[in-house]
T-cell receptor, first 113, second 110 residues
Framework: DTGVSQDPRHKITKRGQNVTFRCDPI?????LYWYRQTLGQGPEFLTY????????KSRLLSDRFSAERPKGSFSTLEIQRTEQGDSAMYLC???????????FGPGTRLTVT | GESVGLHLPTLSVQEGDNSIINCAYS??????FIWYKQESGKGPQFIID?????DKRQGQRVTVLLNKTVKHLSLQIAATQPGDSAVYFC?????????FGGGTRLMVKP
């Protein structure tokens, strides 16, 4: 257990529905990252926050995806109008500014039917 | 952009033997490198990291070697155990950004 928690662990939804995932980072970590991982691939960066500011977003992050970290602690990732291609493991990681090591949570597995 | 490659997608070793997992990277601006272990259904687990100003770092049963000249690093696991069976990722980092390759699956035969 790294100290990063994610909820829910599994989510099954129908195409077109909205889903929201939550990540609670290690408490003293001010950086929080979201990744997406599909079967047989490494994690792909989606976005990251330093405190409450969203500093970078990947081109993978379509307009249907939005992430927030309102108080600089937990974060949410929302996917609107889900598509079957959104099926993946969504991973959250956190780190300090220095050192950079990112610690990952257990992930939320999303299945869109 | 960054590309990360792993030489062997699957590595099968006998329990008790040493394992070596290789990784090539392309971004010369990478200033640190992290190895992660991922078991089925779990998130990546931090194993060990190495900074670009080092060429070797040792941990508990693991050693990382970095060759910046050829942009290559390796993870050596001593006395491999069944619990080491997992997918291993190297992740070069530049600033606060990590780039993951496709991973190497390590299978430990009893």
């Amino acid at each position: 257990d790294t100290g990063v928690s994610q909820d829910p662990r599994h989510k099954i939804t129908k195409r077109g529905q909205n889903v929201t995932f939550r990540c609670d980072p290690i408490s003293e970590h001010n950086r929080l990252y979201w990744y997406r991982q599909t079967l047989g691939q490494g994690p792909e960066f989606l976005t990251y926050f330093q405190n409450e500011a969203q500093l970078e977003k990947s081109r993978l992050l379509s307009d249907r995806f939005s992430a927030e970290r309102p108080k600089g602690s937990f974060s949410t990732l929302e996917i609107q109008r889900t598509e079957q291609g959104d099926s993946a493991m969504y991973l959250c990681a956190s780190s300090l500014v220095i050192p950079y090591e990112q610690y990952f949570g257990p992930g939320t597995r999303l299945t869109v039917t | 952009g960054e590309s990360v490659g792993l030489h062997l997608p699957t590595l099968s070793v006998q329990e008790g033997d040493n394992s070596i997992i290789n990784c090539a990277y392309s971004n010369s601006a990478s200033d640190y490198f992290i190895w992660y272990k991922q078991e089925s259904g779990k998130g990546p687990q931090f194993i060990i990291d190495i900074r670009s100003n080092m060429d070797k770092r040792q941990g508990q049963r693991v050693t990382v070697l970095l060759n910046k000249t050829v942009k290559h690093l390796s993870l050596q696991i001593a006395a491999t155990q069944p619990g080491d069976s997992a997918v291993y990722f190297c992740a070069p980092g530049a600033g606060n950004m990590l780039t993951f390759g496709g991973g190497t699956r390590l299978m430990v035969k009893p």
